[in-house]
């Protein structure tokens, strides 16, 4: 198994209402799924939860450690 991993690019992470949806932003870019679709969710306390697992994580990104971004995305990629 390789050891390559991104790497955080970040420093600011926000949540923004857009229409009806919240999106996260990592110094102002939209987060994208897999499919590159807009991670856009129905709910604040969603968009709050996924923004913290953006937050949290340090030089190398682990998904194993984002829940709530993982299931986020396979229900908007699926």
Not at 1 to 15: C, G, H, I, L, N
Not at 31 to 55: F, G, N, R, S, Y
Request: charged share 25%.
């Amino acid at each position: 198994m390789s050891d390559w991993a991104a790497k955080r690019f970040w420093s600011d992470v926000t949540v923004d209402l857009r229409g009806e949806d919240y999106v996260i932003l990592l110094d102002n870019r939209l987060v994208k799924t897999p499919a590159k679709a807009t991670l856009a969710v129905p709910t604040q306390a969603m968009a709050a939860a996924i923004a913290a697992e953006w937050e949290a994580q340090s030089e190398k990104i682990d998904p194993r450690t984002m829940p709530t971004t993982r299931s986020a995305n396979a229900a908007l990629d699926k």
